[in-house]
C-alpha cells in the first residue's frame, strides 16, 4: 500500500475497503485551484502573491500529464470577478482583503485580484485539451458559488485530487466544502502551496484527520497505477 500524511506523521496507507475506494482513478478528478498569475507573476503589481506557489508550478503540470495519462480529468478553476466590482469590492468585499492584505504590509492594487478577462486571470499551470475549466470562483471554496458540484457529478466523480493555491485558503475551504457534499478528497501535499509554513502545516493537520487523505503526489499516482494492475490482473 502507498504512503500516507496523518497529522504530519508519514504512514502506510491501512489496507481495507473504505481507503482503496479513494484510489479509483476511473472516479476520480484533478481539481487544480487558483494556479493564475494574480498568484503567480513576479511582477511587482501582482494583486494577491502567493510566492511559494510559484516553485510547484512545473510539479502540479507534471502530475497532472501522469494523471491524464490515468485517466484521470483535470479541472482548473479559477477565481473570476466581474469587472464592475459587483462580486467583491464594490458590494461586501472578501475578508481576505482587509486580514491577508494587512498582514503582507499593505497590497496597493488588492482591488484588481480576481477581475475576469485581465492579465491576473490566465493560467500559469498549463491547459490541455480534454480538460475542464470553471471561471466563476468568487470566494475562498472552488464550490462557492461555482457549478464545480454539477460538473464532478455529471462525470460521474466521487474522488477530487487538490492541488495549486493556497493550503490555509482556498485550499482548505474547498477540502472542507468537497467533504461535506460527500466526494472522498485526498490533497497532494507536495503539490499545494500555502501562506508559509506554519499555516500550510496546520492546514495539512486539519485535513488529514477531517477531510479524507493528505498524500505525495508520486504516491498517488503509483496508487492509481497499483489499483490498475490488480483489477487487469482480476
Known sequence: MP????????RTLPAGPAYDAYLDAARTAVVSIDMHEGHLSEDPDCPCPAPRARAIVEPIDAFHDRARAHGVR???VRTGLRPSGADDVQGIPSAWRLGFSDWVGGI????????EGSKWNQFRTRVEPGDEVVNSKKRLSAFYPTDLDFLLRQMGITTIVLTGAMTDCCILNTAFDASNRNYR????RD?????????EDAALKMMSL???LVMD????????AARQRRSSAA
Open 3 to 10: 504512503d500516507y500524511y496523518l497529522y504530519g506523521e508519514r
Open 74 to 76: 483535470v479541472i482548473h
Open 108 to 115: 496597493p492594487n488588492v482591488d484588481e485580484h480576481g477581475i
Open 185 to 188: 478528497v485526498i490533497t497532494a
Open 191 to 199: 503539490l499545494v502551496a500555502g501562506t508559509n509554513d506554519e499555516l
Open 210 to 212: 477531517n477531510t479524507g
Open 217 to 224: 503526489g508520486a504516491d498517488i499516482v503509483e496508487a492509481w
